[in-house]
């Protein structure tokens, strides 16, 4: 499979949150042209793309991607993938009264091996990953801007690592998910994690068919967070639980119903920032 991409993106910010009366607040247009290939050759599989992205304020920045897997068992494959990246900042981040004009864009350096199983309907992957990130765009401290609660900022060197647990399987008429995630996000000039970002996180789920209707429960949690970059100010982990029930009325047409935070618990991912009730 070969994919060729040209891509434009235009974004203009108007009425800042400083201003009362509405005005133009800066505008950017960035232009990209990507080349992908996928293909099978036997037990191994490639995956290899490149993008050149060309922005109107930061200038050029090309990227790319080499991924392969080898199935070296009908029931087990090994994968293996290296990429980089780059963001620049939204005109939000920069000219909002949370925006630090002097941000430049963020790169990327990203690294992951996997090992997957799957037979006869049920499946399980180990994934060991690693980020480093140059000017990460973080929300920080005040200072760069005109609000007194916090301002957009770059973190000169930043990493994520970590190790993600994935599994699905069937017993019975009952599907069961579920996904666990170890994650050290760490400032590199500071050695303190990243603010609002947690070390731990788990997804479960199942689900059923009834009478035409297929129902479930989702279970989301979250380990501990820091909500400065100074690690001084914890916020506790917290689980949350839905509801899901969805029924195909046509082919092309399908009626869902949810009951979001089942227990109506009282979380935070930012301090003094309430999440949804029930």
Not at 7 to 22: S, V
Not at 208 to 216: K, N, R
Not at 231 to 239: D, K, V, W
């Amino acid at each position: 499979l070969l994919t060729f991409v040209l891509d434009r993106r235009e974004d203009e910010l108007t009425n800042p949150a400083t201003d009362f009366t509405p005005r133009l607040h800066g505008n950017r247009a960035q232009n990209g042209v990507a080349l992908g290939w996928i293909g099978d050759l036997g037990n191994h599989a490639f995956q290899v793309r490149g993008r050149h992205d060309q922005d109107s304020e930061f200038g050029g920045k090309t990227t790319g991607s080499l991924g392969w897997g080898w199935r070296f068992r009908p029931d087990w494959r090994v994968t293996a993938s290296a990429a980089t990246s780059f963001r620049a900042p939204t005109l939000y981040q920069r000219f909002s009264e949370y925006g630090n004009p002097s941000l430049v864009p963020e790169s990327g350096r990203n690294v992951e091996v996997g090992l997957r199983w799957a037979r006869a309907g049920s499946e399980a992957g180990l994934t060991a990953w690693r980020n480093n990130v140059t000017d990460l765009i973080n929300f920080g401290g005040t200072g760069a801007c005109v609000s007194s609660f916090g301002c957009y900022e770059n973190v000169g060197r930043a990493r994520y690592q970590g190790v993600t647990l994935a599994g699905r399987t069937t017993l019975g008429i009952i599907t069961l998910r579920g996904s666990l995630d170890w994650h050290d996000p760490r400032n590199l000039d500071t050695d303190k994690l990243l603010a609002r970002r947690a070390r731990r996180l788990a997804t479960f789920g199942a689900e059923t068919s009834w009478e035409g209707w297929v129902v479930g429960a989702e279970m989301r949690a979250s380990g501990a967070r820091f909500d400065d970059a100074a690690n001084t100010q914890r916020m506790p982990g917290y689980a949350v639980f839905n509801l899901v029930a969805s029924r195909r009325l046509t082919q092309s047409l399908q009626l869902e119903w949810r009951v979001d935070n089942l227990t109506d618990k009282y979380y935070e991912t930012a301090r003094t920032y309430a999440m949804m009730g029930r």
